[in-house]
């Protein structure tokens, strides 16, 4: 960790850049991976390195596995200031690169949530391991105006953006959108990790098509959730990008989770079986596409505005 910049920092004088990591979450319960026993998890890696990803988050579903060499993050809950030195200890003992995490439950007073960050953001530096706080629903971080709130508090803290759960839950197309992205500045201005899943105004994951260009088929309604999206995660990256010092790393996760989480729709198929809307594979590898497609245009528009006067 840079204790400077606060980012996964690789230790290098290389120019800021992304990885696009795999969240296993998104291969529970999927017929062409196992993930429960170590044969299975040595073929998945290397199917995954074959396709492109960088690295892999583990999860509280997937046993831990430490001799497969493929870099890994982790994932976690803190309910109590108390609790992150533990935390932090125990992925430290693990060697992930990073952790995410899930703070408090979204009902805590203004003095309990900056004792919960302050607990993160020591912890974090008392075992040089980057922790980010993800923004997620039932969290201290589920509103917007409670989340800037922290950045003005804790200007050095960092996020994992996970932006499903401001663009359903918030129902953000309801309302001045331009106004709401603008609002978020200090939010994209933190982002030190990211976690891909994309979601309608109504719905927590939904699918994407080939075309990444293209309004999805799904979007049926006034909002293209996918223009949306990438918009989203290119100020996001943009944000990174002005922040980021040598040797930082942004790691793009899609986390696509499956039914019996209520993400992953189910609908009865012609014999009346119930089936997954979309394969979250297929799915994942086009997101896979479409975030380094966001840091390209993050990198293009961090190179106009460097040239503007």
Same mark, same amino acid.
């Given at each position: 960790? &840079?204790? *400077?910049?606060?980012?996964?920092?690789?230790?290098?004088?290389?120019?800021?850049?992304?990885?696009?990591?795999?969240?296993?979450? *998104?291969?529970?319960?999927?017929?062409?991976?196992?993930?429960?026993?170590?044969?299975?998890?040595?073929?998945?890696?290397?199917?995954?390195?074959?396709?492109?990803?960088?690295?892999?988050?583990? #999860?509280? &579903?997937?046993?831990?596995?430490?001799?497969?060499?493929?870099?890994?993050?982790?994932?976690?809950?803190? &309910?109590?200031?108390?609790?992150?030195?533990?935390?932090?200890?125990?992925?430290?003992?693990?060697?992930?690169?990073?952790?995410?995490?899930?703070?408090?439950?979204?009902?805590?007073?203004?003095?309990?949530?900056?004792?919960?960050?302050?607990?993160?953001?020591?912890?974090?530096?008392?075992?040089?391991?980057?922790?980010?706080?993800?923004?997620?629903?039932?969290?201290?971080?589920?509103?917007?105006? =409670?989340?800037?709130?922290?950045?003005?508090?804790?200007?050095?803290?960092?996020?994992?953006?996970?932006?499903?759960?401001?663009?359903?839950?918030?129902?953000?197309?309801?309302?001045?959108?331009?106004?709401?992205?603008?609002?978020?500045?200090?939010?994209?201005?933190?982002?030190?990790?990211?976690? /891909?899943?994309?979601?309608?105004?109504?719905?927590?994951?939904?699918?994407?098509?080939?075309?990444?260009?293209?309004?999805?088929?799904?979007?049926?309604?006034?909002?293209?959730?996918?223009?949306?999206?990438?918009?989203?995660? *290119? =100020?996001?990256?943009?944000?990174?990008?002005?922040?980021?010092?040598?040797?930082?790393?942004?790691?793009?996760?899609?986390?696509?989770?499956?039914?019996? #989480?209520?993400?992953?729709?189910?609908?009865?198929?012609?014999? /009346?079986?119930?089936?997954?809307?979309?394969?979250?594979?297929?799915?994942?590898?086009?997101?896979?596409?479409?975030?380094?497609?966001?840091?390209?245009?993050?990198?293009?528009?961090?190179?106009?505005?460097?040239?503007?006067?």
């Amino acid at each position: 960790m &840079n204790a *400077t910049s606060h980012f996964l920092n690789s230790g290098s004088s290389d120019t800021p850049r992304l990885q696009v990591y795999l969240n296993l979450d *998104t291969l529970i319960d999927h017929p062409e991976f196992n993930l429960q026993d170590e044969r299975g998890r040595r073929a998945c890696f290397d199917r995954l390195q074959v396709d492109g990803f960088e690295g892999v988050q583990y #999860t509280a &579903n997937v046993p831990f596995q430490a001799n497969l060499d493929f870099p890994h993050c982790g994932l976690d809950r803190i &309910n109590t200031e108390c609790e992150a030195d533990a935390v932090a200890a125990r992925h430290s003992d693990r060697g992930e690169l990073c952790v995410t995490l899930h703070v408090g439950w979204g009902i805590e007073d203004d003095a309990e949530v900056f004792r919960l960050v302050e607990g993160v953001l020591s912890a974090s530096l008392k075992y040089h391991l980057p922790m980010f706080i993800e923004t997620h629903r039932s969290t201290i971080t589920q509103d917007l105006w =409670r989340t800037v709130q922290i950045t003005k508090q804790f200007p050095e803290v960092r996020f994992n953006g996970d932006f499903s759960h401001y663009y359903c839950g918030l129902e953000m197309v309801y309302g001045n959108w331009a106004q709401k992205m603008a609002f978020m500045k200090p939010i994209f201005s933190r982002i030190a990790f990211m976690h /891909g899943r994309i979601a309608s105004p109504g719905c927590m994951q939904v699918p994407i098509e080939p075309d990444l260009t293209a309004r999805p088929r799904q979007a049926h309604g006034t909002a293209d959730y996918l223009l949306h999206f990438r918009e989203l995660w *290119t =100020r996001a990256m943009s944000g990174f990008l002005r922040a980021a010092q040598p040797g930082d790393i942004l790691i793009f996760a899609p986390e696509i989770l499956p039914p019996k #989480t209520y993400y992953a729709r189910m609908f009865p198929n012609q014999y /009346g079986q119930l089936v997954e809307e979309t394969d979250r594979y297929a799915q994942a590898l086009l997101y896979r596409n479409l975030a380094r497609a966001s840091f390209a245009d993050a990198k293009l528009s961090s190179s106009e505005n460097l040239r503007t006067p």
